[in-house]
């Protein structure tokens, strides 16, 4: 999956919000094995674009995952123990 393409942090809040709780915790797993992979290629040092835009696909995989974190969380609602 490649990261989450948006105008406005609202709008990437409203693409997160409609992914099904069920699928969640794939999407999440998706984007974490995306950034690694990412990270293990990085372009020559040399090459600007190339490395401005490493960097950019970094940074919006990083808050693709942070902000898939935050909705499962808010998500999460526990269950109460019996005393």
Do not use: G
Request: with cysteine; proline share 5%.
């Amino acid at each position: 999956m490649n990261p989450i393409r948006y105008q406005t942090l609202a709008e990437k809040t409203d693409i997160i919000k409609s992914i099904p709780e069920d699928k969640l915790d794939a999407f999440l797993a998706s984007f974490r094995a995306k950034l690694e992979a990412h990270l293990a290629v990085r372009p020559s040092w040399t090459d600007i674009n190339a490395r401005t835009k490493w960097a950019w696909d970094k940074h919006d995989l990083e808050v693709d995952i942070q902000c898939l974190e935050a909705q499962k969380a808010a998500r999460w609602h526990p269950v109460e123990r019996a005393s």
